[in-house]
């Protein structure tokens, strides 16, 4: 059955295009965003959701959307969405961050023209039949200094026009190194050094816990006396009251904002004050942006919910198509390991451990790591993905880490999985051979070459003889048919395993039957999802 993608808000004819070319069964009903409540009797329809800002994807919302799979941003913006309801869910939400760049950056640079030359208050002026020349006495960009809040994509893209306006540019941005700072032609500073230097300042960073007020009160009195302040990234970042009364002692000389804490913004500290320029969130508010990123989360939805390929996701580590296709058996390796784990532990995990070894090592690890992590939770939560399994696991308090190294033993590469308990260690690692199918290497140190069934008994006994012929006894005479089984041991005489693959899961009474013959010290039912 194809997927199924609602898209709640007004996308392009060509966005919509893009899902049925896809095979994507596509319903677009651009105004049911609007209608919480009808979204929330619908979604559990769907396997993805498209969505502009006008839908408000909400906790309630994605507790009814029991199918959703992917929610797709056509902008950058994701405040709209409870992102740690979708992550709890196992939502993969994905925003389109570069289809409004050009756009965004390029209304930051005509705020910063707006208000060096009092453009809307001369342009209301004149309107109004006066002829005010003389009132509305700007300042040049040329030869100034700009300071630049962050200089990331957008940051970069104002960097460059800056240069070309012959501006001199200072960037503060903790992880922009000296290097970039250089080929970009900007000089990168602290934060104090920006605010006591710069003549226009202009923000573009994402709102977080670090950037949150980061133009506070205090801040802003750092700032150069006859400043002008720009903020065209988000609300927030910017005291809006302490700016108020900035602009209202002569400290700051302008200030131009698209953007404001409390949206739709009917009542703001800025409106009405002499050289403050508003425009209504207005930054990606362009013919070119809204097709870009219509087009862009379109490609990305239809891309993850066909191939597995996820882009630009907030909550997920991103895996191009390429890496999908290469990765595949990986994942599903991992998935494996880390369920062989979850089912043989009983105990509360405190940490896993993973190591990455030969041609896996250089692969994406971090989506290794959620395959590991999600099938090891799926014991106690059957429904946990690889989007909500990291989040469960933080909030139990497990601490997971990764190690990768070079090729060091037989296999090409390999897996290695170790879950700590206050009681014990217990460790599987696997590969993934020629044919693409994925095989158990190694369980509690003993070497083995299985592959994975849907249906397993899981054994473990001292070496002696007998142990096959008593596990093949007792199955027949409990019904259960064996199709194939593994066996290892640490040394003649040592501890033994074996892996029985089944037609159907072991019951309780014939691992009953088992456990009464006194051979065996662990006896263990596995299943595993081989589709």
Same mark, same amino acid.
């Given at each position: 059955?194809?997927?199924?993608?609602?898209?709640?808000?007004?996308?392009?004819?060509?966005?919509?295009?893009?899902?049925?070319?896809?095979?994507?069964?596509?319903?677009?009903?651009?105004?049911?965003?609007?209608?919480?409540?009808?979204?929330?009797?619908?979604?559990?329809?769907?396997?993805?959701?498209?969505?502009?800002?006008?839908?408000?994807?909400?906790?309630?919302?994605?507790?009814?959307?029991? $199918? +959703?799979? #992917? !929610? %797709?941003?056509?902008? &950058? *913006?994701?405040?709209?969405? /409870?992102?740690?309801? @979708?992550? =709890?869910?196992?939502?993969?939400?994905?925003?389109?961050?570069?289809?409004?760049?050009?756009?965004?950056?390029?209304?930051?640079?005509?705020?910063?023209?707006?208000?060096?030359?009092?453009?809307?208050?001369?342009?209301?002026?004149?309107?109004?039949?006066?002829?005010?020349?003389?009132?509305?006495?700007?300042?040049?960009?040329?030869?100034? $200094? +700009?300071? #630049? !809040? %962050?200089?990331?994509? &957008? *940051?970069?893209?104002?960097? /460059?026009?800056?240069? @070309?306006? =012959?501006?001199?540019?200072?960037?503060?941005?903790?992880?922009?190194?000296?290097?970039?700072?250089?080929?970009?032609?900007?000089?990168?500073?602290?934060?104090?050094?920006?605010?006591?230097?710069?003549?226009?300042?202009?923000?573009?960073?994402?709102?977080?816990?670090?950037?949150?007020?980061?133009?506070?009160?205090?801040?802003?009195?750092? $700032?150069?006396?006859?400043?002008?302040?720009?903020?065209?990234?988000?609300?927030?970042?910017?005291?809006?009251? @302490?700016?108020?009364?900035?602009?209202?002692?002569?400290?700051?000389?302008?200030?131009?904002?698209?953007?404001?804490?409390?949206?739709?913004?009917?009542?703001?500290?800025?409106?009405?004050?002499?050289?403050?320029?508003?425009?209504?969130?207005?930054?990606?508010?362009?013919?070119?942006?809204?097709?870009?990123?219509?087009?862009?989360?379109?490609?990305?939805?239809?891309?993850?919910?066909?191939?597995?390929?996820?882009?630009?996701?907030?909550?997920?580590?991103?895996?191009?198509?390429?890496?999908?296709?290469?990765?595949?058996?990986?994942?599903?390796?991992?998935?494996?390991?880390?369920?062989?784990?979850?089912?043989?532990?009983?105990?509360?995990?405190?940490?896993?451990?993973?190591?990455?070894?030969?041609?896996?090592?250089?692969?994406?690890?971090?989506?290794?790591?959620?395959?590991?992590?999600?099938?090891?939770?799926?014991?106690?939560?059957?429904?946990?993905?690889?989007?909500?399994?990291?989040?469960?696991?933080?909030?139990?308090?497990?601490?997971?880490?990764?190690?990768?190294?070079?090729?060091?033993?037989?296999?090409?590469?390999?897996?290695?999985?170790?879950?700590?308990?206050?009681?014990?260690?217990?460790?599987?690692?696997?590969?993934?051979?020629?044919?693409?199918?994925?095989?158990?290497?190694?369980?509690?140190?003993?070497?083995?070459?299985?592959?994975?069934?849907?249906?397993?008994?899981?054994?473990?006994?001292?070496?002696?003889?007998?142990?096959?012929?008593?596990?093949?006894?007792?199955?027949?005479?409990?019904?259960?048919?064996?199709?194939?089984?593994?066996?290892?041991?640490?040394?003649?005489?040592?501890?033994?395993?074996?892996?029985?693959?089944?037609?159907?899961?072991?019951?309780?009474?014939?691992?009953?039957?088992?456990?009464?013959?006194?051979?065996?010290?662990?006896?263990?039912?596995?299943?595993?999802?081989?589709?």
């Amino acid at each position: 059955m194809a997927p199924k993608v609602l898209i709640s808000d007004k996308l392009s004819d060509a966005a919509v295009q893009i899902f049925r070319d896809r095979g994507i069964d596509v319903d677009f009903q651009p105004d049911v965003g609007k209608d919480k409540e009808k979204l929330a009797a619908i979604i559990g329809d769907y396997d993805g959701l498209a969505i502009r800002s006008a839908t408000k994807v909400t906790e309630k919302i994605l507790a009814a959307a029991d $199918t +959703l799979k #992917v !929610i %797709g941003r056509a902008g &950058i *913006g994701t405040d709209n969405i /409870d992102k740690d309801a @979708a992550s =709890k869910k196992g939502v993969i939400v994905m925003n389109t961050p570069f289809g409004n760049m050009i756009t965004t950056a390029e209304h930051a640079i005509a705020m910063m023209f707006a208000v060096a030359r009092q453009i809307p208050e001369a342009s209301a002026s004149t309107h109004d039949g006066k002829w005010e020349k003389s009132k509305f006495m700007g300042v040049e960009l040329t030869g100034k $200094t +700009l300071g #630049v !809040i %962050g200089a990331g994509n &957008i *940051g970069g893209i104002v960097c /460059d026009r800056a240069r @070309a306006l =012959k501006m001199k540019v200072l960037a503060y941005d903790p992880f922009l190194g000296e290097e970039k700072a250089e080929k970009m032609g900007v000089e990168k500073v602290d934060l104090d050094t920006l605010l006591g230097r710069a003549d226009f300042i202009t923000l573009h960073v994402p709102f977080t816990d670090q950037t949150a007020n980061i133009l506070s009160r205090e801040n802003i009195a750092k $700032t150069k006396k006859g400043v002008r302040i720009i903020n065209c990234a988000r609300g927030g970042l910017v005291d809006e009251e @302490a700016l108020a009364e900035a602009l209202k002692s002569g400290h700051v000389a302008g200030a131009a904002f698209d953007v404001f804490k409390t949206e739709p913004a009917t009542d703001n500290p800025l409106f009405h004050l002499p050289n403050v320029v508003c425009t209504p969130h207005l930054g990606a508010a362009t013919t070119e942006a809204q097709e870009n990123v219509a087009l862009q989360v379109a490609e990305q939805m239809s891309n993850y919910l066909l191939t597995g390929a996820v882009e630009n996701a907030l909550n997920m580590p991103s895996v191009t198509a390429e890496e999908a296709k290469v990765m595949g058996p990986w994942v599903k390796l991992a998935g494996h390991l880390g369920s062989f784990i979850g089912q043989m532990t009983d105990e509360p995990i405190q940490a896993i451990n993973i190591l990455y070894d030969g041609v896996v090592a250089g692969m994406n690890l971090e989506a290794l790591n959620c395959g590991v992590v999600a099938g090891i939770m799926k014991k106690a939560n059957p429904d946990v993905n690889m989007v909500s399994a990291p989040v469960i696991a933080k909030e139990r308090g497990i601490q997971i880490s990764t190690t990768n190294q070079d090729k060091s033993g037989a296999f090409d590469g390999y897996i290695k999985v170790t879950v700590v308990t206050a009681k014990r260690e217990r460790s599987v690692a696997g590969t993934v051979f020629s044919d693409g199918k994925p095989r158990f290497i190694q369980i509690k140190g003993i070497n083995i070459d299985a592959e994975i069934g849907a249906h397993m008994l899981y054994t473990t006994n001292e070496d002696v003889p007998g142990i096959i012929g008593t596990l093949g006894q007792t199955m027949g005479d409990n019904g259960v048919n064996i199709a194939n089984f593994t066996l290892g041991r640490a040394e003649a005489g040592g501890e033994a395993i074996a892996l029985l693959y089944v037609d159907e899961p072991v019951p309780a009474e014939a691992r009953a039957k088992l456990a009464e013959t006194g051979f065996f010290t662990q006896i263990k039912p596995l299943a595993f999802d081989v589709a």
